[in-house]
């Protein structure tokens, strides 16, 4: 079993930078799509910046210019930095790392709560 240890959660004014931290237990060099994802009460979980193994990335339209995803394969960690906050990024995070061609390769992290102030 695999496990995932996010962390860098917390409250911030608008406007403001954290990093999150998907910490895992064993080396994700082979993962395939780490990813972010978010949910705020009464929202649909969404998925809000993905990354490959080759280092390619992807953001959702609400978050391009002020989140980025990055990792250190020598910690096993995946980060999320987020700049210029906006109250609306409100929502509990959570990191995925999967294996595609391995269904049974999906592991969640237990999430962490951003609050952003306006």
């Known amino acids: 079993q695999v496990q995932l240890v996010e962390s860098g959660g917390g409250l911030v004014q608008a406007g403001g930078s954290l990093r999150l931290s998907c910490a895992a237990s064993?080396?994700?060099?082979?993962?395939?799509?780490m990813g972010w994802y978010r949910q705020a009460p009464g929202n649909q979980r969404e998925l809000v910046a993905v990354?490959?193994?080759?280092?390619?990335?992807n953001y959702a339209d609400s978050v391009k210019g002020r989140f980025t995803v990055s990792r250190d394969n020598a910690k096993n960690t995946v980060y999320l930095q987020m700049n210029s906050l906006k109250p609306e990024d409100t929502a509990v995070y959570l990191c995925?790392?999967?294996?595609?061609?391995?269904?049974?390769?999906?592991?969640w992290g237990q999430g962490t709560q951003v609050t952003v102030s306006s």
């Open positions: 990354m490959g193994s080759s280092g390619s990335r």
């Open positions: 064993e080396s994700i060099s082979g993962i395939n799509v």
């Open positions: 995925n790392l999967k294996k595609l061609g391995s269904p049974k390769w999906d592991y």
